[in-house]
C-alpha cells in the first residue's frame, strides 16, 4: 500500500493543490536530504550504512524514512547489492546533470 504522505503527481502536495507532476517532483526533491540520497547512490549501488556514511552520517531514521519514500514512488530499489536506482531513478538524475553543469559554472563564476 502506496504512503499517502509521498508526494504523487496528481495528488495534492506542499505549494499546490492541482497534483502538476513537476509541482509533486518539487515536493519529493525539496525534502531534506532526498536529493542526497539519489546523488549517492547515483555514484554507485552501497548498503544502508555505507549510504548512512557517504551522506555525512545523517541519522539512521531520516535515512529510513528517504529510502522508503524513494522506493514507495520507484526511483529506489533494494537488491543484493544494496540500494540503487530504478531505471527512472536514473533518469532523473540524468535530468539533473545540467543543474550540477550550471552549478559548477556559477562556483567558478563567484571565485573571479
Known amino acids: 500500500m502506496a504512503d499517502q504522505s509521498v508526494p504523487r503527481p496528481g495528488s495534492p502536495v506542499r505549494g499546490s ?12 526533491l525539496g525534502r531534506r536530504w532526498t536529493l542526497r540520497v539519489i546523488w549517492e547512490l547515483h555514484r554507485a549501488p552501497a548498503g544502508f550504512r555505507e549510504l548512512q556514511r557517504r551522506c555525512d552520517r545523517m541519522s539512521s531514521s531520516v535515512l529510513t524514512t528517504r529510502l522508503a519514500e524513494l522506493t514507495d514512488v520507484a526511483l529506489v530499489e533494494e537488491g543484493e547489492d544494496g540500494y540503487r536506482l530504478t531505471r527512472l531513478g536514473r533518469e532523473l538524475v540524468e535530468s539533473l546533470l545540467p ?6 559554472r556559477w562556483e567558478k563564476s563567484l571565485r573571479r
Open 17 to 28: 493543490s492541482t497534483g502538476r507532476p513537476v509541482m509533486a517532483a518539487l515536493d519529493l
Open 99 to 104: 543543474l550540477d553543469t550550471w552549478a559548477r
